[in-house]
C-alpha cells in the first residue's frame, strides 16, 4: 500500500482545521497553566478556587480558547467573564461583543493594567458610556489593609451583588473612568500615584473613585471591576471578596444555575499548553467561519490557498533561509530582563534609552533635566516644564534609589508611563 504524500497529509491537516470552527466552537477541556487569572491556575495568581466554587454553585463552567466571535453561536443563556487578559483583543472582538449583548448577554470585566483597554476602546465607540480603567495606581490612606496599595472598599450602593457584603479588598488596583453607573468607591483619602513613587504629591488626583461600575446596552450588561486580583486564589477569602463574587455570579445568571457560566482563556499567554497554540489557529480562522454568507466558502477557499501554495514551499523555504535576519540589541535586552524579572535593569535599560533619544531628538550636547525641559517646552507648548522634569527626576530616583522591583504590575506602570511620555514628547516608541 502506498504511502500518503506530504501534500495529502498537510491538505487533511488544514482541511481539518478549516472545519473545526463549525463543529467545535466552544472548546470544554483545559489543562493546568500558571498564567496568570487562568481557571486552571492552582497557584496564588490563579482561579481555580473560583472556578471550583462556581462548579459547587451548581454552574458549568467552560473556557475560551479562540475569538470572542464564537461566543455568539452558543444557544443557552450564558455569563462572561473575562478576568485578567494579558494578549490585546483585535478589532473584530468588540462587534462580536456587541452581539453578544443584544441578545441579552452580562458581561463581566475584571482588569487594571492589562490588555483589556483594547477592547474597551473598541467598545466605547459602540456602547454609550462605557468607561476605561484610568491606568495609575490606586492608594488609599483612609481605609486599607497592610499598605496603602491594598485598598478596603466599604462605599457600596444598594445593588444586590453587595447583599451581605461589607468590605472588599483590592491589590494593586486602577480606577474607573467614564459616564457609566458607579456601584463601589474608594473613600476620599484615596489618590492615583501617577510617578509610582508610593506617596501623595501635589497635583496628583484625589478621591473617592469608582471601583466597580456598570452599563446596560440593549438587552446585555457590562460590568467592569477595577483589579482582577479580588477574583485569584491568594485575595477571594481576603475581607468579603467571595461573598461579592458569588453574589456577581448569581446576579448575573439571574440566580439560575443551568446558565453556563464562560470565562475567556484565549487572551492568556501561556505558550507551555497545547491549547494556547490551538486557540490562536482556531482564532484565526473563526472570524471567517462565523460569517454566514462565507462559512460555507471557507473549505473551497482553504483548498484553493493549498494548492497553489504546495508546489512554492521548496521556493519560499529558500527565500527565506537566504534573507537576513536582524534583531534589535534595544529589544532582546528588554525581553531578556523581563523574562528574568530583572525589572531593575529593564527600567534602567528604558531610561538610557530615554535620556540619549532626548539629547539625539534635541540637538543637545549632553543629557541635562533643566534644559531638555526648556527646550521640550519650545518646541511642546501644551507640554509643561515642571511636568517633565519631575518625571525625569522621579524617573532617576527609581533607577537610582537602590529599591529592588519584585513586582511585574509595577514595572508595568513604569513602563507605560514611559511609553506615554515619550509620545508626548513627540519621541517615536521603541
Same mark, same amino acid.
Given at each position: 500500500?502506498?504511502?500518503?504524500? /506530504?501534500?495529502?497529509?498537510?491538505?487533511?491537516?488544514?482541511?481539518?482545521?478549516?472545519?473545526?470552527?463549525?463543529?467545535?466552537?466552544?472548546?470544554?477541556?483545559?489543562?493546568?497553566?500558571?498564567?496568570?487569572?487562568?481557571?486552571?491556575?492552582?497557584?496564588?495568581?490563579?482561579?481555580?478556587?473560583?472556578?471550583?466554587?462556581?462548579?459547587?454553585?451548581? #454552574?458549568?463552567?467552560?473556557?475560551?480558547?479562540?475569538?470572542?466571535?464564537?461566543?455568539?453561536?452558543?444557544?443557552?443563556?450564558?455569563?462572561?467573564?473575562?478576568?485578567?487578559?494579558?494578549?490585546?483583543?483585535?478589532?473584530?472582538?468588540?462587534?462580536?461583543?456587541?452581539?453578544? +449583548?443584544?441578545?441579552?448577554?452580562?458581561?463581566?470585566?475584571?482588569?487594571?493594567?492589562?490588555?483589556?483597554?483594547?477592547?474597551?476602546?473598541?467598545?466605547?465607540?459602540?456602547?454609550?458610556?462605557? $468607561?476605561?480603567?484610568?491606568?495609575?495606581? +490606586?492608594?488609599?490612606?483612609?481605609? #486599607?489593609?497592610?499598605?496603602?496599595?491594598?485598598?478596603?472598599?466599604?462605599?457600596?450602593?444598594?445593588?444586590?451583588?453587595?447583599?451581605?457584603?461589607?468590605?472588599?479588598?483590592?491589590?494593586?488596583?486602577?480606577?474607573?473612568?467614564?459616564?457609566?453607573?458607579?456601584?463601589?468607591?474608594?473613600?476620599?483619602?484615596?489618590?492615583?500615584?501617577?510617578?509610582?513613587?508610593?506617596?501623595?504629591?501635589?497635583?496628583?488626583?484625589?478621591?473617592?473613585?469608582? /471601583? /466597580?461600575?456598570?452599563?446596560?446596552?440593549?438587552? $446585555?450588561?457590562?460590568?467592569?471591576?477595577?483589579?482582577?486580583?479580588?477574583?485569584?486564589?491568594?485575595?477571594?477569602?481576603?475581607?468579603?471578596?467571595?461573598?461579592?463574587?458569588?453574589?456577581?455570579?448569581?446576579?448575573?445568571?439571574? #440566580?439560575?444555575?443551568?446558565?453556563?457560566?464562560?470565562?475567556?482563556?484565549?487572551?492568556?499567554?501561556?505558550?507551555?499548553?497545547?491549547?494556547?497554540?490551538?486557540?490562536?489557529? +482556531?482564532?484565526?480562522?473563526?472570524?471567517?467561519?462565523?460569517?454566514?454568507?462565507?462559512?460555507?466558502?471557507?473549505?473551497?477557499?482553504?483548498?484553493?490557498?493549498?494548492?497553489?501554495?504546495?508546489?512554492?514551499?521548496?521556493?519560499?523555504?529558500?527565500?527565506?533561509?537566504?534573507?537576513?535576519?536582524?534583531?534589535?540589541?534595544?529589544?532582546?535586552?528588554?525581553?531578556?530582563?523581563?523574562?528574568?524579572?530583572?525589572?531593575?535593569?529593564?527600567?534602567?535599560?528604558?531610561?538610557?534609552?530615554?535620556?540619549?533619544?532626548?539629547?539625539?531628538?534635541?540637538?543637545?550636547?549632553?543629557?541635562? /533635566?533643566?534644559?531638555?525641559?526648556?527646550?521640550?517646552?519650545?518646541?511642546?507648548?501644551?507640554?509643561?516644564?515642571?511636568?517633565?522634569?519631575?518625571?525625569?527626576?522621579?524617573?532617576?530616583?527609581?533607577?537610582?534609589?537602590?529599591?529592588?522591583?519584585?513586582?511585574?504590575?509595577?514595572?508595568?506602570?513604569?513602563?507605560?508611563?514611559?511609553?506615554?511620555?515619550?509620545?508626548?514628547?513627540?519621541?517615536?516608541?521603541?
Amino acid at each position: 500500500m502506498a504511502k500518503p504524500s /506530504v501534500k495529502i497529509i498537510l491538505f487533511t491537516i488544514i482541511f481539518f482545521f478549516s472545519f473545526t470552527p463549525l463543529i467545535m466552537p466552544l472548546i470544554g477541556t483545559g489543562s493546568v497553566t500558571v498564567a496568570d487569572y487562568s481557571i486552571y491556575n492552582n497557584n496564588w495568581n490563579g482561579l481555580s478556587t473560583f472556578r471550583a466554587v462556581i462548579e459547587n454553585e451548581g #454552574y458549568q463552567v467552560k473556557p475560551l480558547i479562540s475569538s470572542l466571535s464564537c461566543i455568539n453561536r452558543i444557544n443557552n443563556k450564558s455569563v462572561l467573564f473575562i478576568i485578567g487578559p494579558s494578549t490585546f483583543y483585535d478589532s473584530l472582538s468588540a462587534p462580536a461583543l456587541i452581539d453578544y +449583548l443584544s441578545k441579552g448577554g452580562k458581561v463581566i470585566i475584571a482588569d487594571d493594567f492589562g490588555s483589556s483597554s483594547s477592547l474597551l476602546s473598541f467598545l466605547s465607540a459602540i456602547v454609550p458610556g462605557v $468607561g476605561l480603567f484610568e491606568g495609575h495606581l +490606586l492608594l488609599d490612606s483612609g481605609s #486599607y489593609d497592610k499598605n496603602v496599595s491594598l485598598p478596603v472598599i466599604t462605599y457600596f450602593s444598594s445593588h444586590p451583588i453587595f447583599n451581605g457584603v461589607n468590605a472588599i479588598m483590592l491589590n494593586y488596583a486602577t480606577i474607573i473612568a467614564g459616564d457609566m453607573t458607579f456601584l463601589a468607591y474608594t473613600s476620599n483619602l484615596s489618590w492615583l500615584d501617577a510617578n509610582a513613587n508610593y506617596a501623595y504629591d501635589a497635583g496628583e488626583l484625589i478621591g473617592p473613585f469608582p /471601583v /466597580v461600575a456598570s452599563t446596560v446596552y440593549r438587552n $446585555g450588561t457590562i460590568v467592569l471591576i477595577s483589579d482582577p486580583s479580588v477574583f485569584n486564589n491568594d485575595m477571594i477569602n481576603r475581607a468579603d471578596n467571595l461573598r461579592f463574587a458569588v453574589n456577581l455570579l448569581n446576579w448575573a445568571a439571574d #440566580y439560575n444555575t443551568s446558565t453556563l457560566v464562560i470565562f475567556d482563556e484565549g487572551h492568556r499567554m501561556d505558550v507551555s499548553t497545547s491549547t494556547f497554540f490551538f486557540g490562536i489557529i +482556531l482564532g484565526e480562522v473563526n472570524w471567517i467561519s462565523s460569517n454566514w454568507l462565507i462559512a460555507p466558502l471557507y473549505p473551497l477557499v482553504a483548498v484553493y490557498l493549498v494548492k497553489s501554495w504546495l508546489p512554492k514551499r521548496e521556493k519560499k523555504k529558500i527565500i527565506e533561509e537566504t534573507t537576513p535576519r536582524f534583531k534589535s540589541t534595544f529589544s532582546n535586552k528588554i525581553k531578556w530582563y523581563t523574562l528574568s524579572q530583572n525589572y531593575n535593569k529593564a527600567v534602567e535599560v528604558l531610561f538610557k534609552k530615554l535620556k540619549g533619544d532626548l539629547v539625539k531628538t534635541y540637538h543637545l550636547k549632553e543629557y541635562n /533635566v533643566s534644559l531638555i525641559s526648556e527646550v521640550i517646552t519650545v518646541n511642546k507648548p501644551e507640554v509643561k516644564k515642571t511636568e517633565v522634569e519631575m518625571f525625569l527626576k522621579n524617573l532617576d530616583n527609581i533607577v537610582n534609589s537602590g529599591k529592588i522591583i519584585i513586582d511585574k504590575d509595577v514595572f508595568l506602570r513604569i513602563f507605560i508611563d514611559i511609553k506615554k511620555f515619550r509620545e508626548k514628547v513627540g519621541l517615536a516608541w521603541l
